[in-house]
């Protein structure tokens, strides 16, 4: 991150959980051909100065270099919050589990930066609180040391006593996905659906990005049609920055979304749909990951903030500068699709000729 390490906030991952339902040490699991735990020490090393674990048995994080600190009440998360308050010497924390695969270091900044006039910020998800992705201030010592010594752990009953901030994901868009920035793992089949999802391979996708009334959907549409045509299976993905509806009232399916289901899927012989609620949309990845497991190639329409290669589409009467170069120098920019010649470091494609766009795409992604 371009921003300064923050000096008065410790991040601390607890490492002290004795993993009975995984049946060996979740902290030290493989994943990627590193242990979990080393997803948030990167994390962190991102935003703090300085990064403990807290927990019993330092030993075995020897090789990992870092600093461990003892339970001084252990065999509870909340023994471990208060180890890591009482013992990190910083006005605040910053406490997650050991077994987060995912954590995101913009979403930790931005919770940590609500932290003035607070003893807690916690993020709110669909789920409930999330207690242990969360900001912690020495304000909270007094309540969390009685709830210790009356042999009460449940981390959340302090907070009617200190000053607390909820933090619902309306005011993380853009940053956290809850199906991903705040999972956990507790069980076996839990962390080989995660190994899954890394290991199996990432389909082939590329996003075509425009300002808006470029003609892009146009373009899209002849390039699915002419990909289709020489024998091709493709998905399409269209990101919409807005509320949308594709059910309609009156219907069986929208009278049980209406009613609250928070998925629902019908299904005909021929195609099926799901309707899928959600507090933040997931990451374009984790969407290809989960529903185009069975296509040979990905066309996404938008997505420009996404890690996706691009092809930017480009008419000479919507403007005269470009997003990806101008605007800004986006790395991923494969090449630009434009209705008038352009001198640049990509590939310039013509816009009303949708067989050499296609031939490109066919080029580098599915020969």
């Known amino acids: 991150m371009d921003n300064p390490l923050l000096t008065d906030v410790t991040g601390v991952i607890l490492v002290g959980g004795r993993s009975r339902r995984m049946g060996r040490d ?17 994390a962190f090393r991102r935003v703090f100065a300085r990064t403990v674990l807290v927990g019993d048995r330092g030993e075995r994080f020897r090789e990992l ?7 001084i009440h252990p065999g509870s998360a909340l023994g471990g919050l208060h180890a890591g308050l009482a013992r990190a010497g910083t006005p605040y924390v910053f ?24 003893d807690v910020v916690v993020p709110v998800t669909g789920g409930g609180l999330e207690p242990l ?6 304000g909270c010592l007094p309540a969390v040391e009685r709830m210790l010594r009356q042999g009460s752990c449940r981390i959340y009953d302090f907070y009617p006593e200190v000053r607390t901030r909820r ?28 190994r899954h999802l890394e290991e199996a391979p990432m389909a082939k ?5 425009a300002k808006s009334g470029t003609g892009k959907t146009t373009l899209l549409e002849k390039v699915i049609a ?16 807005h509320r949308f509806d594709i059910d309609h009232p009156g219907k069986d399916s929208y009278r049980f979304t209406a009613a609250g289901a928070d998925t629902m899927l019908i299904s005909s012989p021929e195609k099926l749909a799901v309707v899928k609620k959600h507090e933040a949309s997931p990451p374009i990845e984790e969407l290809i990951a989960t529903y185009f497991g069975d296509v040979d190639i990905i066309i996404t329409e938008g997505f420009k903030k996404s890690g996706l290669p691009k092809i930017e589409v480009h008419r000479r009467e919507r403007s005269p500068t470009l997003l990806c170069r101008g605007e800004q120098h986006d790395p991923t920019l494969l090449a630009v699709a434009s209705d ?27 020969k």
């Not at 979740?26 to 948030?40: D, N, S």
């Not at 992705?133 to 020495?138: D, Q």
């Not at 024998?231 to 920055?241: E, F, L, S, T």
Request: net charge negative; glycine share 6%.
């Open 167 to 194: 933090v619902a994901m309306a005011e993380l868009a853009g940053l956290a996905a809850p199906e991903r920035t705040f999972v956990n793992v507790n069980t076996p089949s839990e962390f080989e659906h995660i």
């Open 340 to 366: 008038e010649p352009l001198e640049l470091d990509v590939p310039v494609l013509d816009l009303n000729d949708p067989k050499q766009v296609t031939d490109f795409v066919e080029e580098r992604f599915l």
């Open 65 to 71: 270099g870092m600093e461990v600190i003892s339970d």
């Open 226 to 241: 002419e990909l289709k045509s020489r024998g091709y299976r493709v998905g399409a993905i269209k990101h919409d920055a």
């Open 133 to 138: 992705f969360a900001v912690y201030g020495t």
């Open 205 to 209: 996708a590329v996003s075509f990005v």
């Open 95 to 118: 406490v997650a589990a050991c077994d987060v695969p995912w954590p995101d270091s913009r979403v930790i900044a931005h919770l940590c930066s609500l932290r003035p006039g607070y």
């Open 26 to 42: 979740k902290a030290l699991l493989p994943l990627g051909g590193a242990p979990l735990v080393a997803r948030a020490i990167d």
